[in-house]
């Protein structure tokens, strides 16, 4: 006797609820998309957290924890999500939301192994030497899931200017997180700021969270955060390509994630007192203000060349 599958609306349903668990943020501004994009991202969404909360054994991205067996992890979501590439029902709702979302549009398989490369990073308990380091870190990690979430909304495989903008939107998100996390991440022995950087600072080697390098810790803060807002900026001059409901929500969800990175920046050595986050009336002003942005979006951000001096995602 042959067993129903799921069907696309029970996954679309559980994608929905994963998003809800696991990030306010991106949950507010993925309501702004059209109903289909609005779905996919939801599908794309329920698989990187899957596989995030495999990876570093979390719920929803809560509880991070030490993690014994990393490699039989990194070999599970990875076998799991080459199924899901190929068009194979996997019987796991996140990976085959994945499934779903590259069928429907033909996303490149490249970007799910990049995300894939990232959490290896993780795996074998590396650390970015460089700030060209972090960046390609920060790429595998978020901006290569911006580039699938601009084809899921739309944007050409081919198109590698607008792709090179979903990156640069990725790489600001995942910035702002390192900076928020710093001392989330300490408990758990992982540290994303570059050796060079703590080198400068004169911060030995583990002692970053220590209280008397607190405020050389809040110089890299707001380095970081400066680096966020840069791509930030970059990533906006993309949204006149995106239909108008898209560049809504893309420019929301860079206002409200914008938000974190500065106030961290603002709270100097008292950022990691408390976890930073956005307010919903907060949230719901930066909407309103993101959509008047994105009626003028032609106009704020006429066509420009991307700045050669940022970093650039591997072709």
């Not at 006149?240 to 106030?263: D, K, Q, T």
Request: with cysteine; proline share 6%.
């Amino acid at each position: 006797m042959s067993v129903a599958l799921p069907s696309r609306d029970a996954i679309v349903a559980t994608a929905q609820e994963s998003i809800a668990r696991g990030s306010k943020s991106f949950a507010a501004a993925s309501r702004l998309f059209d109903r289909r994009t609005r779905e996919r991202a939801w599908l794309l969404y329920a698989w990187c957290r899957k596989c995030d909360d495999i990876a570093d054994g979390q719920d929803h991205g809560h509880g991070m924890t030490l993690i014994e067996d990393a490699p039989a992890r990194l070999e599970r979501v990875s076998a799991m999500t080459e199924a899901a590439l190929a068009g194979d029902w996997v019987g796991d709702p996140a990976f085959d939301a994945l499934r779903i979302v590259a069928a429907e549009t033909s996303m490149p398989p490249r970007f799910a192994r990049d995300l894939i490369a990232g959490f290896a990073l993780d795996a074998e308990d590396w650390r970015p030497r460089s700030e060209d380091d972090l960046y390609r870190y920060c790429y595998h990690v978020a901006g290569a899931v911006g580039c699938m979430m601009a084809v899921a909304m739309g944007v050409s495989p081919e198109d590698e200017a607008i792709l090179d903008r979903a990156c640069d939107l990725g790489i600001a998100f995942q910035l702002a997180n390192i900076a928020r996390d710093v001392e989330e991440d300490d408990r758990v022995g992982r540290c994303y700021l570059p050796e060079e950087w703590l080198v400068e600072m004169d911060i030995p080697p583990g002692q970053h969270m220590k209280p008397p390098f607190r405020p050389r810790l809040a110089v890299l803060a707001r380095r970081l955060a400066a680096r966020a807002a840069a791509f930030e900026a970059s990533a906006r001059l993309g949204t006149p390509a995106l239909p108008l409901r898209s560049a809504w929500a893309v420019l929301a969800a860079a206002a409200i994630y914008g938000a974190i990175g500065r106030e961290v920046a603002e709270r100097g050595e008292h950022a990691w007192d408390s976890r930073v986050s956005t307010s919903a009336p907060a949230k719901v002003a930066m909407i309103a203000r993101a959509w008047q942005e994105a009626v003028q979006r032609k106009l704020l951000y006429p066509a420009a060349t991307r700045d050669p001096d940022l970093w650039t995602r591997p072709r």
